[in-house]
């Protein structure tokens, strides 16, 4: 007589069945591939930025494009975008664009563990991290700037417009200065690249808000809009433009204090990062300067700077590296120390170290 066969209970674990995927920074992509592809991204993503980067030394340069483009496409896919212009798969409702950003922060955190994401330009951010120590706390920053956008979010006051650009545009500074080679522990260096970071986002607000009108987005704070006596949603409308125009200078006066700000912190870095950073908030401080000149007409066309301008104005950064900038005679009213202490005393984390408010700091 024949026994039943004994049938043996099957894993439940997967990961008793298959092999775990070895780690691997740049997701097994060659960095010469990532670097390739980040630099395409860059020359798309922001003319400006890629001249800048041109007078970085090669290894520096090749991790800022990189940066850059994990930038542009945790960007692309919070605005569901494609180099900032609109792409038929955008997110519909508040469920989609939070299952968007948390797609972002867990393909980051998988770069960050040398795991493939199957997107070079995390891949190319796992590779940047590795050279720069960068860490999950600094893109949390960063990452929670999407988030605002993504949850449609609009500031009441100037103190929440400048957390805004803290999060999209001066964490990044902070990141940028890693990727030169500024110590992790230099705070007061790390704090002006955060000043620079801010200044880029005033000017790309004050020159872009007519078009970020058009894509129902705000970043004039709401306190602003009622001084200037304006109706909800119409601040863009061609009977606002002179009151438009006003705000706008406002904004680009916001920006070249943290410019100046940013150039004195400068000073630290050497020739060619100092060259190339002066050069960039040249471009910008230009950009700023002529949405200003031009007024009303401002957003009749882009304000963009030609080629030749630019030329002048890396000219001028190179006078300006030699010489050092000089310290502002007086330093911005929003600082990264004193953004991270009200989201710490808010209870929201602010991983990174605190540094000294303005009026603390040494001199």
């Not at 920074?25 to 922001?46: F, H, K, P, Q, W």
């Not at 005679?329 to 009200?342: D, N, T, V």
């Amino acid at each position: 007589m024949n026994r039943p066969q004994k049938i043996r209970p099957r894993p439940l674990a997967p990961s008793q069945i298959l092999r775990t995927t070895p780690r691997q920074i740049g997701g097994g992509r060659t960095r010469e591939d990532l670097v390739a592809e980040a630099r395409r991204i860059i020359a798309i993503g922001s003319k400006s930025f890629a001249w800048a980067s041109l007078l970085f030394a090669r290894p520096v340069r090749e991790r800022a494009w990189m940066l850059y483009a994990w930038c542009r496409r945790c960007d692309d896919i919070a605005d569901g975008q494609a180099f900032g212009h609109p792409d038929q798969d955008a997110p519909h409702n508040a469920e989609e664009a939070h299952d968007l950003i948390e797609g972002i922060r867990v393909l980051t955190r998988r770069a960050l563990d040398g795991q493939p994401t199957a997107d070079p330009a995390f891949d190319a951010f796992g590779q940047v991290a590795l050279e720069a120590r960068l860490t999950m706390e600094m893109a949390e920053d960063v990452i929670a700037g999407f988030a605002l956008d993504a949850e449609e979010w609009r500031p009441r006051t100037e103190e929440d417009l400048m957390r805004y650009c803290w999060h999209v545009a001066g964490a990044v500074g902070v990141m940028m200065a890693q990727v030169m080679g500024v110590d992790p522990e230099d705070h007061d260096t790390l704090d002006r690249a955060a000043d620079l970071g801010m200044s880029f986002q005033l000017v790309n607000i004050a020159r872009d808000l007519v078009d970020d009108d058009a894509a129902d987005r705000c970043y004039l704070p709401i306190e602003w809009l009622v001084e200037e006596d304006i109706e909800p949603g119409q601040h863009a409308k061609p009977h606002h433009r002179q009151e438009l125009a006003e705000m706008a200078a406002r904004l680009v006066a916001l920006a070249e204090q943290h410019e100046a700000a940013g150039k004195w912190g400068a000073r630290r870095l050497g020739f060619r990062q100092r060259w190339a950073v002066l050069a960039a908030a040249n471009i910008y401080g230009a950009i700023g300067r002529k949405v200003v000149e031009l007024g009303p007409a401002a957003w009749d066309h882009r304000v963009h700077i030609t080629r030749l301008e630019k030329a002048r104005l890396t000219a001028k950064a190179l006078i300006e590296a030699l010489n050092k900038p000089p310290q502002p005679a007086e330093m911005p009213r929003w600082s990264r120390g004193s953004i991270l202490l009200k989201l710490r005393m808010e209870g929201e984390p602010a991983p990174m170290p605190m540094t000294p408010l303005p009026d603390e700091e040494p001199g």
